[in-house]
């Protein structure tokens, strides 16, 4: 590796000759120094989208094989269960057994979405943010609790966005739907505060909630894939959060995740790189 003249380390191909006289002895040596960054960067990539593979899969056939394995066994329950006309046993048991496939169902679902994120393109077409907060909320209205939630609204950018909306959709879906799922419903007064803003010709989306937060022991693993912190809320399959970050990063911004000065419940946010100005012609706000 050496220092490039603008201060930035930059990774190299050095070849060297040595050049001697007509009597063999060594007169100088021949540098030749290739700037291999990009090539560094590119094997380095897919070095990491390897291990993440290897780890997906892993933890893919781990999740699966429990409850397939339980499956033949749960069933064989429920037949002895009619057999001897224990019909109320055998209806919790195929009830239990039903919540068992509904989880799988997700998983399953969860990890094509997952697929879909990594290898669907999509074109880049302008999109009113606001729009499509006000449909994903009234998509998610049926959700347990949503009603008792106070949701506000500050949206201080004012026009439409360069992007990617089927991408951008997953991560304003997964942002409202977690802050409706993890709110703490011992509070009088759960809230959620939807944000937009722009700085330094960055777009910032941003949720704001009092739920319940996640604990500063694994904040370095939330966008992590398979991992769930509040089980008893919601069960959840652990991959929301990790697609998210993969939408963030094909689309060219990064999220990040972060507490309120009070310390109580969550700030999601997601930062995309913006013209200074909208499709529409107008400066954004």
């Not at 021949?30 to 590119?42: C, F, G, L, T, V």
Request: aromatic share 10%; with cysteine.
């Amino acid at each position: 590796r050496y220092f490039h003249k603008d201060g930035q380390l930059i990774w190299v191909k050095l070849t060297v000759s040595l050049v001697r006289d007509d009597d063999d002895q060594p007169l100088y040596f021949i540098s030749q120094i290739q700037d291999i960054s990009e090539q560094k960067k590119a094997s380095q990539a897919l070095l990491s989208a390897k291990q993440e593979m290897e780890e997906f899969s892993y933890r893919i056939t781990h999740d699966l094989r429990s409850p397939l394995s339980s499956m033949d066994y749960v069933m064989s329950m429920i037949a002895n269960c009619i057999e001897d006309e224990e019909y109320q046993k055998a209806l919790s048991t195929a009830k239990a057994a039903q919540t068992g496939i509904t989880k799988l169902s997700d998983l399953v679902t969860s990890v094509l979405d997952v697929s879909k994120i990594k290898l669907q393109d999509e074109p880049v077409q302008s999109v009113d943010v606001s729009d499509m907060v006000y449909n994903a909320l009234g998509a998610l209205s049926h959700m347990k609790d949503f009603v008792r939630l106070d949701i506000e609204t500050y949206f201080d950018y004012i026009g439409e966005i360069n992007t990617k909306p089927l991408k951008f959709m997953q991560i304003v879906d997964n942002f409202l739907s977690n802050a409706i799922k993890y709110q703490d419903t011992t509070r009088a007064n759960s809230f959620i505060k939807i944000s937009t803003y722009s700085a330094n010709n960055v777009f910032v989306f941003e949720v704001y909630d009092n739920g319940l937060g996640v604990d500063e022991q694994y904040r370095d693993k939330l966008f992590n894939m398979f991992e769930r912190f509040h089980p008893k809320a919601s069960y959840g399959t652990g991959l929301g959060l990790y697609m998210v970050k993969k939408s963030a990063e094909m689309l060219g911004g990064n999220v990040s995740y972060s507490t309120p000065d009070c310390a109580v419940g969550s700030i999601f946010r997601v930062s995309l790189p913006l013209n200074k100005r909208s499709l529409d012609g107008t400066i954004a706000r």
